[in-house]
């Protein structure tokens, strides 16, 4: 790789094994750590670069089998053994440094894939060819040469294409991190094993398959993941859980073909109305799901409200940057809202609208719902709340698309299905994975991070803390606002460096 040819760190095999006979026990200094960090920025750049350029769209394999080779190369010239774990679709891969079998072992969670692209939406030409911009004198990002990296380095500076925080950002930052401990000479005393999903964004549909399938090959003390955004005021923040999700498809069923609103309103039904009914029924206007016992089974102590408030949210500036000036009232704040299910309508479609709008009453009317899980509930116990409560408006519900004889039998057809991905995962605090992210994090910053028990997002974390019994803890190393699944994605160059630093700082920790 172009990379290993301009990084300053080692790449002799003395220097790089992870156990090195001149290596030190204790966490580097704070100060080694930045200073380090600081001093390979522009090689670390180049292999992010280098990276971003690879399509990581699950949905074309093999654009993910051509970056699994890649990771193989990356992981395999840093003194990991590699192999793939084969899945009903694309590969994962596990990366391992192994010292000794006495020896605890940790596993890191990282994902290569990102979400698709729509280039026409990108102000760049091609998303998957990074791009370096600043922001201009009108609060617009403007594009840069990236020779000026050569002399000069801002850390406002932003780095355009589709992965850049979500989640090739993290997954450089690791690589690099480990090489800058590699060249210092630290010597870890645990055993290190990576899984890279490369389904991540797809909800990755063969992942808990795969790990119950490979749980010996898995098996480790606890689970670091690094992933996702810090929390909104972009402090140093350790996640402890994250929900679940279950995504609900509902159809309602009209007419066989569109008709004539002047020949058949008022005579044949619409199936919008139907589907505005159902949707409406479900929640208050202040944003409470009304079906009885969805939110069973969850309660939040004193100790619990006292870790949620201790999490230093600006509420009315996390509305007024969204245009708005009033919450859904599930719970009093923000983070006590997130312990609870949701259910969100994330899309709908019925008849056309704009230019195409035409006097029809449609054949159909479709919506699209998440109901995001927390530890507390059970995806099926709420699925079966939600059809029962359609079932129980008068609607005949099915499975399927309904057929001829199901038409002439039931007047009033919901076609209703499911994709269920994962369950939610919440760990301890004061676990393994908590004490080595948070000793990480205090090690570098001199202070407590912010502690967020769940996060709202969801990760498909729960496979390995449910199959392998092990606590995790989730460390973020991107700037908040970075357009992750959105056009223009993009990392702060500044906070590309420090997660290098909080990497580093993290796995130069202790496990015990």
Not at 111 to 121: E, I, L, M, T, W
Request: net charge negative.
């Amino acid at each position: 790789m172009k990379y290993q040819e301009t990084l300053t760190v080692c790449v002799g095999m003395a220097l790089c094994l992870w156990g090195a006979a001149n290596a030190i026990a204790d966490p580097l200094p704070a100060e080694t750590i930045r200073r380090l960090a600081e001093e390979n920025k522009r090689p670390a750049i180049e292999l992010y670069r280098e990276f971003l350029s690879l399509p990581n769209d699950a949905n074309y394999p093999d654009d993910i089998l051509k970056m699994v080779v890649w990771l193989e190369d990356a992981f395999g010239a840093r003194g990991f053994s590699t192999q793939r774990i084969s899945t009903e679709g694309s590969p994962l891969l596990l990366a391992e440094r192994h010292i000794s079998d006495a020896a605890k072992t940790v596993l890191v969670y990282l994902q290569s894939d990102g979400q698709p692209v729509d280039p026409a939406a990108w102000f760049q030409e091609d998303p998957y060819t990074p791009v370096l911009k600043e922001r201009n004198s009108d609060g617009q990002f403007e594009r840069i040469s990236w020779d000026l990296l050569t002399n000069s380095f801002d850390p406002e500076w932003r780095v355009f294409a589709r992965s850049a925080s979500d989640s090739k950002g993290p997954m450089t930052q690791f690589l690099v991190a480990i090489e800058l401990l590699d060249d210092a000479g630290f010597e870890a005393d645990y055993n290190l094993k990576v899984i890279i999903d490369t389904e991540e964004e797809m909800g990755s549909p063969n992942l808990p398959d795969a790990v119950t399938e490979n749980r010996d090959l898995l098996a480790a003390d606890m689970l670091l993941i690094f992933d996702g955004p810090p929390h909104p005021s972009n402090e140093p923040t350790v996640g402890f859980g994250a929900r679940g999700i279950v995504t609900v498809t509902l159809v309602t069923h009209g007419p066989k073909l569109p008709q004539h609103s002047g020949h058949y309103g008022n005579f044949v039904p619409n199936p919008a109305f139907h589907l505005s009914r159902i949707l409406s029924s479900m929640k208050s206007a202040n944003g409470r799901v009304t079906i009885p016992g969805f939110y069973d089974g969850v309660s939040i102590d004193e100790q619990t409200r006292a870790i949620l408030e201790a999490v230093p949210d600006d509420e009315e500036k996390i509305l007024a940057d969204m245009g708005l000036i009033k919450a859904d009232t599930v719970a009093p704040t923000l983070q006590e809202a997130i312990q609870y299910p949701s259910l969100n309508i994330r899309g709908m479609s019925s008849g056309w609208v704009g230019k195409e709008s035409r006097t029809i009453v449609p054949s159909t009317a479709t919506a699209e719902i998440d109901i995001r899980l927390v530890k507390e509930s059970d995806y099926r116990y709420l699925l079966d709340l939600v059809r029962s409560h359609i079932v129980d408006m008068g609607y005949h519900v099915i499975d399927h698309i309904p057929t001829e004889e199901e038409r002439l039998a039931n007047a009033d057809i919901v076609t209703f299905t499911h994709v269920f991905s994962y369950n939610a995962y919440r760990s301890d605090m004061d676990a393994a994975a908590g004490r080595m992210a948070r000793g990480g994090m205090r090690h570098l910053y001199g202070k407590e991070p912010i502690l967020i028990r769940t996060s709202g997002g969801s990760v498909p974390i729960s496979p390995f803390v449910e199959t392998l019994g092990v606590p995790a803890a989730k460390v973020p190393t991107v700037n908040i606002d970075n357009n992750q699944h959105s056009p223009n994605e993009n990392i702060r160059l500044g906070s590309f460096i420090e997660g290098i630093a909080i990497l580093m700082s993290v796995m130069s920790q202790s496990p015990d």
